[in-house]
């Protein structure tokens, strides 16, 4: 049985809606690379602008009301009931450079939990959630206070200025940090 022009057998048919279906298709999109980011809650303390890795932070809280805690180090504010749990509420500026913040409205408290550390660290300020490609970050560190030293990992560097990272786990980790009774 001899085909005719008109008739096309099953494999023709698909290879001719092939053949149309790719001169109307759109061009695929061009590789992109996609650049990889590093996310940090800002804070101030002072007038240091410091940046904390998003998982060292369990959350971010508005001061609470805290009840003294006898035979302390000064920098120990007191200790904060939060949803049931106990929490040792710490002044990050006390600790660091021996006078204590002044709270105001903008203080705020990063809570950290780890290594059996579950403290509150307040700061004067917190500015929210920043993100940095992982790629700008300095290879050397700038002059900063040496207070803050042997918590800070490294820099990343943005139009408007240097934030330096600030390891909380360095922190709960030092002997100083835990050595808070006197």
């Known amino acids: 049985m001899a085909q005719t022009d008109q008739t ?3 494999v023709r048919l698909l290879l001719e809606l092939e053949r149309r279906s790719r001169s109307f298709a759109s061009a695929l999109p061009q590789k992109l690379e996609l650049l990889e980011m590093w996310n940090g809650i800002a804070f101030r303390i002072g007038d240091i602008g410091l940046i904390a890795p998003m998982d060292e932070i369990v959350e971010i809280l508005h001061m609470p009301s805290l009840t003294f805690a006898p035979n302390t180090k000064n920098w120990v504010l007191g200790i904060a009931n939060v949803r049931g749990n106990l929490l040792p509420v710490m002044d990050m500026t006390g600790f660091l450079y021996g006078k204590n913040t002044i709270i105001s409205k903008r ?3 990063l809570v950290v ?3 059996s550390v579950y403290s509150g660290l307040v ?3 917190v500015f929210g959630m920043r993100h940095f490609e992982k790629e700008s970050w300095l290879k050397k560190l700038p002059k900063h206070n040496p ?3 042997p918590f800070v990992e490294r820099c990343y560097q943005t139009n408007e200025r240097n934030w330096m990272v600030f390891g909380m786990h360095k922190l709960a980790e030092s002997p100083l940090f835990m050595q808070a009774g006197l």
Do not use: T, W
């Open 113 to 115: 939990n780890h290594a």
């Open 8 to 10: 096309l057998s099953p």
């Open 107 to 109: 203080s705020r408290i």
């Open 147 to 149: 207070a803050i030293s």
């Open 123 to 125: 700061v004067d300020e």
